[in-house]
């Protein structure tokens, strides 16, 4: 079994990317998974009196293995396809972690422009009036305009840590494959394309006029900003940021990350 990562930003297509992939039948792609989460777990225990009474290096070893093994295990009572995608943002940020028990690991990291996934996040505020799921709180006159939202969503979770663990994976070059969402919607089996020659799997041709998860979740437990629905057919939406965000409002968000547009957007600048 082969192992490959789904490490993106949220609302950024990372969804769609998992269930083009699984419609290859030599790939499990996962739905959000645990994986990385079980090994949170595992590593919450690593300064254990049992652990620092032992070697350090022999115990060093000897978690690295556990963690490879532990990843194995978890998917070959899942799945008996020969290669797995297993998607959790976290990997990005834990890149060196996860290269010293699966060695160079080929991980992908969907981008979106920023302001469309503002957009996003305000149209399932939007969406979901009816329901007390924040950021605002009149009470305490926090988050009451869209502005004000998005300054809150740029310096939180998950946006905002999403784009701090994409800058130190920036920085420090990690070999990682970006892929811009607005190029899987418009052209997607070139980016899929991207994404076999990086893993060097055997290019496959997808389906992209019936696209259907086949992967069971219930995304509901995620909450409203953490819906996976996916269209049938994929293809750019139909309302971007330019029908939502002022000129003054864009130009602000662009000039507040320009690493992040000079780095995947370079055209905006």
């Known amino acids: 079994m082969k192992l490959f990562f789904n490490s993106s930003m949220p609302r950024s297509g990372s969804e769609l990317l998992q269930v083009l992939l699984h419609q290859n039948p ?40 556990m963690c490879k093994g532990m990843s194995e295990s978890y998917y070959e009572s899942i799945t008996d396809r020969p290669n797995v995608i297993d998607k ?18 080929k991980m992908v990291c969907m981008v979106r422009d ?23 709180n009149p009470a305490e006159m926090q988050n009451i305009t869209f502005q004000q939202r998005c300054n ?11 784009l701090q663990r994409l800058y130190e ?8 494959l970006y892929i811009r969402y607005e ?18 799997l055997e290019i496959f041709q997808h389906n992209f006029e019936n696209v259907e998860k086949l ?15 996916i269209k049938p057919v994929v293809k750019p939406p139909e309302k971007t940021w330019r029908d939502i965000l002022t000129v003054t409002l864009s130009e602000g968000i662009v000039n507040n990350n320009k690493w992040f547009y000079e780095l995947f957007y370079p055209n905006i600048i």
């Open 26 to 65: 030599d790939i499990y792609a996962s739905p959000t998974s645990p994986l990385l989460e079980y090994q949170f777990g595992a590593r919450s225990n690593y300064e254990l009196s049992e652990v620092r009474s032992q070697p350090p290096e022999m115990m060093r070893k000897a978690f690295m293995s």
């Open 169 to 176: 994976a920036t920085e420090n070059q990690l070999p990682i």
């Open 215 to 229: 992967v069971q979740e219930d995304s509901s437990v995620f909450g409203p900003y953490g819906d996976h629905t």
């Open 114 to 136: 920023i302001r469309d996934t503002l957009c996003s996040m305000e149209r399932v505020f939007q969406d979901n009036r009816h329901r007390p799921i924040g950021p605002d």
């Open 183 to 200: 190029d899987l919607v418009e052209n997607p089996q070139n980016e899929l394309n991207r994404w076999y020659d990086f893993t060097e």
């Open 152 to 162: 809150y969503w740029l310096n939180s979770q998950p946006i905002g840590l999403a």
């Open 88 to 105: 959790n943002r976290g990997w990005l940020y834990y890149y060196n972690w996860v290269d010293k028990w699966y060695p160079q690991p």
